[in-house]
């Protein structure tokens, strides 16, 4: 009996997207746990006059960085979070990025805003081995965002500040929506989600998903 090749490999393609072992897109996905953006202000407050952030390792966008530091964060709970790594390098403004799960335990209640937003944001308090920062604003829960290059944006269409809706075909299978897109020639594509995302959709650091919508 002739076999048709094709007709079985396309079978057994769409066993495996149901299942959640197929390719599930063509966007790797990093996820970002909680962490710390600081001024140079910030750094020798909590560190020392003249302290200056030792690199530990290089993250998926070029430039940036996780540092060796680490912090402790409180919130009104006063129960602490500890061991929140630093990112660098330093910017104009702190910021604190946590999950909607952090701030059930910290009893903040940060907006959902794009990184480097933190205008009104919610206040937090960062503890240092040198000292102690009360931040009134910069305690944010990161948007969902895809990281682009020119090209890429000219490749999905999209430029940036658009939304988009993404899909995961994993065993949890996900549609995430007002994703926003970020386009710079400083960027690698990647979408990045926090902890709490990625657990509820199954995803992992270099899992894939889709885009499928524009949105208008």
Same mark, same amino acid.
Request: aromatic share 4%; proline share 9%.
């Given at each position: 009996m002739d076999i048709n090749v094709s007709?079985? =490999?396309? =079978?057994?393609? #769409?066993?495996l997207e149901q299942s959640g072992s197929a390719d599930t897109g063509d966007i790797p996905v990093g996820i970002s746990n909680r962490h710390i953006h600081l001024t140079r202000e910030h750094v020798e407050a909590l560190f020392g006059k003249g302290y200056e952030l030792a690199p *530990? #390792?290089?993250?998926?966008?070029?430039?940036?960085?996780?540092?060796? /530091?680490?912090?402790?964060? %409180?919130?009104?709970?006063? @129960?602490?979070?500890? #061991? %929140? @790594?630093?990112?660098?390098? /330093?910017?104009? =403004?702190?910021?604190? /990025?946590?999950?909607?799960?952090?701030?059930? %335990?910290? #009893?903040?209640?940060?907006?959902?805003? /794009?990184?480097?937003?933190? =205008?009104?944001s919610a206040p937090i308090t960062l503890i240092g081995p040198k000292g102690t920062v009360t931040l009134n604003e910069g305690c944010i829960i990161a948007n969902r965002h895809i990281h682009m290059s020119v090209e890429d944006g000219q490749k999905y269409g999209v430029k940036d500040g658009d939304y988009v809706t993404v899909d995961v075909l994993s065993e949890r299978r996900t549609r995430f929506y007002d994703?926003?897109?970020?386009?710079?020639?400083?960027? @690698?594509?990647?979408?990045? *989600?926090?902890?709490?995302?990625a657990n509820a959709a199954a995803l992992k650091n270099g899992s894939q998903v889709k885009i499928v919508e524009i949105q208008k």
């Open positions: 007709a079985v =490999a396309e =079978a057994v393609m #769409k066993i *530990l #390792k290089d993250l998926s966008q070029p430039g940036q960085f996780a540092c060796k /530091e680490q912090l402790t964060i %409180v919130g009104p709970s006063m @129960r602490p979070i500890e #061991k %929140v @790594r630093i990112l660098g390098p /330093e910017r104009p =403004a702190s910021q604190v /990025e946590i999950s909607r799960t952090d701030s059930y %335990v910290l #009893k903040v209640k940060p907006p959902v805003r /794009e990184s480097g937003d933190v =205008a009104g994703v926003q897109v970020r386009v710079s020639p400083k960027f @690698r594509l990647e979408m990045h *989600l926090d902890t709490d995302d």
